[in-house]
């Protein structure tokens, strides 16, 4: 089956500075990549997606990269702000069902 | 309307008790899913419904025990659970179960097992 690794666990960055978060999946027929921002107490909410078609997406602060040959993708989030603090969870869809996350990295960005 | 709701947000049950987790969503979409999280860990799936029919389930104990009525709701039927089965109990539903259809969360039901 799927595995997803995600480094770091923990990042502590200062507000205006760039955060980047990196995940590795290990099933090449998987075709959806999205990333998922989750708030203590919260549920869940996606906040950017990448298709396997596609190398790189971006949406204001926040980009993803795809390197389908390596197998990885990352989240690029710029100008980081207070409210950006969260755990953010990387996941990767195979066999056109299934979704596994990767285990999260808790991100504080310090005023 | 572009959410899924979840009854109860909290539950307590003792491990001979047998309760519901109810899901609902008004968006037509025709996946859903149940995901379990421990704290302080990636959700982890259980159960997929795609048109009204169990898709995957991911070698999931049988006293969870999942329902689909209708393509608005899914419940989760609890039975004889373990403490160790304290989580937060997501569901989550799509457009289908095509890759590239974002999955949209409802808030969880937090269980307690005593």
């Known amino acids: 089956g799927e595995n997803v690794e995600q480094h770091p666990s923990t990042l502590s960055v200062q507000e205006g500075d760039s955060a980047v978060i990196k995940c590795t999946y290990s099933d090449s027929a998987s075709n959806y990549f999205p990333w998922y921002k989750q708030e203590l107490g919260k549920r869940p909410q996606l906040i950017i997606d990448i298709r396997s078609n596609v190398g790189e997406k971006k949406d204001q602060r926040i980009a993803v990269t795809l390197n389908k040959t390596a197998k990885h993708f990352s989240l690029h989030i710029t100008e980081t702000q207070p409210e950006d603090s969260a755990v953010y969870f990387c996941a990767a869809m195979y066999y056109g069902q299934n979704f596994v996350f990767g285990p999260g990295t808790r991100l504080s960005v310090l005023p | 309307d572009t959410e899924v709701t979840q009854t109860p947000k909290h539950l307590v049950m003792g491990m001979t008790n047998k309760k519901s987790l109810k899901c609902e969503q008004h968006m037509g979409h025709r996946a859903m899913y149940w995901y379990k999280q421990k704290a302080k860990k990636p959700p982890e799936l259980m159960f997929v419904?795609?048109?009204?029919?169990?898709?995957i389930n991911e070698s999931v104990p049988s006293r969870f025990s999942p329902e689909c009525p209708n393509s608005s709701l899914l419940n989760l039927h609890l039975h004889a659970l373990q403490p160790e089965d304290s989580a937060l109990y997501l569901c989550?539903?799509?457009?289908?179960?095509?890759?590239?259809?974002?999955?949209?969360f409802g808030p969880g039901t937090r269980l307690t097992v005593t």
């Open positions: 989550a539903s799509s457009q289908e179960t095509l890759a590239g259809d974002e999955q949209y």
């Open positions: 419904y795609s048109y009204e029919k169990l898709s």
